[in-house]
């Protein structure tokens, strides 16, 4: 492009001769016109292209020299927050959360779960207790109807006899195929009322089980010491001895399944045992001579007890009394 003349955008803009040029401002002559026409058919310089201006050229090394902060990773925030638990500010990072929500759910899927599974089993054993309803009273009905057809075949047996046989043959062959075939039905009602009867007795003996299972877990929860076998049929020996003594019978006795009936002899056991441990002990004392004290005798040693607690015991006939003499024997 000629020197005179320089482009703005997509217009040119001319300037005067430069000294020594002719025209003086006159008009252009060809070639310049003509190069002036070119110009305007060239593209515009990008924007991008373009020198930015010195004072806004970005000085990173200024910034820093300027003293200019920059960002400290090790102090971000972590997420932690600050939480009141007993009165006490806790401050909780987003691990911790975390962890304290996981568990929490965790907590509350296990109790929902644990929750759903009994409800279910109620709703099991609600709909077995129904169906074991139904079946009994099936049986019911069935023994009945059995019985009764049993005593109807019986009497409709005895029609069948020489005489029908000889004076009507035909109507002897017809009785004779009805009977038959309703001794086959009640052979086959007796035999489902057989396999009721012994699916019953099955569930029964397993009810037992269950039940002293669950009978024996209660008392060792409440006598530790009886997981010792050995001690526990001692214990059981003494108890069952206590029991026939007190006018029992072993079978009465084999019948204590439930764990408090167990509880309750060991109790009255122990109690006729304290009861009678004091008897003794107060029938012995009764039975020493009176401790005789010299005269001027100073050193009198002083009593431990005993005298007092027996007199108590022998007035009140309580067990704590009985308890407290024989601490002292």
Sequence with gaps: MHPKYYMSGRKP??????EGESGGGGALDADAAATAMAALDEPA?????????????????ADEADGGEQPDDDGQDD???TVEVDGKAVQLTKEQIAEAYKNAQQSADSARATSEATEARKQADAEAQKAREARDTYAQKLATDTAAEQRILQDAAAQLTDELLES?????M????????RYAKLQQDQAELQQITHARQQEHEQAVKTYQVEQKKLLLDKLPHWKDEAKAKAEVGQIKAFLEAE???AEEVGQFGDHRLVLLARKAMQLDQITSKAKQATEKIAGLPPKVERPGNKNVRPTDGRTVAMKRLSSSGSIDDAAAALSLL
């Design 247 to 249: 006018g029992f019978t």
């Design 168 to 172: 009507d043959p035909v109507a002897y």
């Design 13 to 18: 803009v001319f300037h005067k001769p430069y």
């Design 45 to 61: 310089p990008a924007a991008e292209s373009a020198a930015p201006p010195a004072a806004e050229v970005a000085q990173p090394e």
């Design 174 to 181: 017809k009785l004779q195929r009805t009977l038959d075939a």
């Design 79 to 81: 997420g932690a927050i």
